[in-house]
């Protein structure tokens, strides 16, 4: 459990030093971190503190890719993590 905890907090940090690059590079003209990258880290487990920094910073929140593929995603694992719980742990 203890090195599950450790991914979600490395993954969500992650997510969110991607996500507020990719906004600073898109004001700055500099390389851009690309979709394919930030929706796999999305759904690799960063997506909360994903939708949670661009909603901040109001980044890709127009993009229904973003605002919809992303909590999608996050309801997604959740049912899983609760599947696994359940029927395979017996919590």
Not at 17 to 27: C, M, N, P, R, S
Not at 28 to 43: F, P
Not at 49 to 78: D, N, Q, S, Y
């Amino acid at each position: 459990m203890t090195y599950f905890i450790a991914y979600l907090i490395f993954i969500n940090l992650l997510a969110l030093i991607l996500t507020v690059y990719d906004k600073l590079a898109a004001i700055h003209g500099r390389t851009r971190v690309s979709e394919h990258t930030l929706m796999l880290i999305a759904i690799c487990g960063g997506g909360v503190a994903m939708v949670l920094v661009m909603l901040l910073i109001r980044h890709k929140t127009r993009k229904p890719l973003f605002m919809i593929g992303i909590p999608t995603a996050i309801l997604l694992e959740l049912l899983v993590l609760y599947m696994v719980i359940r029927y395979v742990i017996h919590l």
